[in-house]
């Protein structure tokens, strides 16, 4: 564990981080039943990749984390995190033969990462919003200003098309979303008794319930979106996965969005997110 107010140096530091969200990436890929997702159970709604694709994603974007956590630490600008999360995508995408795999988790964790790393160096809690809060003071206008880097992808068409409320938007205002849904989601699972699977699960099924999704938006529209929201607000208000036969209602719902074409891709991205935020202040005290 590391102390809260010691004087640490940027290499240990940033390699702390960088592990965190690899861990936390992997056991987002690891965990099933996801509804419409990528898992080890099978590719979900997705054709084009499976778990093994995720894996070689991972592979590539493995240094990725520590070297914007250090450049974090350095209180790098806007401009230096960009040009390090278009390379580290440009990496992912060689990997996976032009596959988006992490993109969002590139952009959402990258700057969480980097305001780990500004933070940690300087001795400051993690608490609450404080990440975000970070991310919002220092690189939020820019962030806003800045043209996206994939404006044709699906969740920027999404945007676009309906309105919705894209990851830049949430990162600009500090990860609202993070903060107060995904993190308190998993806290109180963990809180009431839930092993690391069933409160991940729990937290993904909160996510599904509430976050306005640019990737079910992309793939079924505002009638795709519906769907899920109300089927996990269904899962959830039965119990969740504090009920007995949660798993089979979890893999109901799988079936029906795989045949449906659906998959939370934007709630997956916010899930890994938590496990990163949360496995950081476990370790920062």
């Not at 995904?182 to 963990?190: F, G, V």
């Amino acid at each position: 564990m590391i102390r809260q107010g010691a004087a640490l140096s940027a290499g240990p530091l940033a390699a702390t981080v960088g592990r965190t969200a690899v861990r936390a990436l992997y056991a987002e890929l690891a965990l099933h039943p996801k509804p419409g997702l990528v898992s080890p159970l099978d590719s979900g709604s997705h054709d084009d990749m499976d778990m093994g694709t995720f894996l070689r994603s991972l592979f590539a974007l493995r240094g990725y984390f520590r070297t914007i956590a250090a450049a974090g630490t350095e209180g790098a600008g806007f401009a230096t995190l960009r040009d390090l999360g278009i390379a580290a995508e440009r990496r992912m995408l060689a990997a996976t033969g032009g596959i988006n795999t992490h993109r969002g988790a590139v952009f959402g964790i990258g700057f969480l990462a980097a305001a780990a790393g500004w933070r940690m160096r300087r001795g400051l809690t993690l608490r609450d919003d404080a990440l975000g809060a970070t991310v919002a003071d220092l690189w939020g206008a820019e962030i806003l200003a800045a043209a996206p880097r994939a404006p044709d992808s699906h969740g920027a068409l999404a945007v676009r098309r309906h309105g919705a409320r894209g990851a830049r938007q949430e990162a600009a205002a500090g990860f609202p979303t993070l903060f107060t849904i995904a993190l308190p989601a998993l806290e109180r699972a963990l809180a009431e008794g839930a092993d690391a699977e069933r409160a991940l699960v729990q937290t993904l099924f909160t996510l599904m319930a509430e976050l306005e999704d640019t990737n079910l938006l992309h793939r079924g529209g505002p009638a795709g979106l519906a769907f899920v929201r109300g089927e996990a607000r269904r899962f959830l208000d039965r119990g969740g996965v504090f009920r007995t036969r949660w798993r089979a209602q979890a893999l109901t719902l799988h079936r029906a969005c795989v045949a449906r074409r659906l998959s939370p891709g934007g709630s997956a991205d916010m899930l890994a997110a938590a496990h990163f935020v949360h496995a950081l202040r476990e370790g920062w005290s």
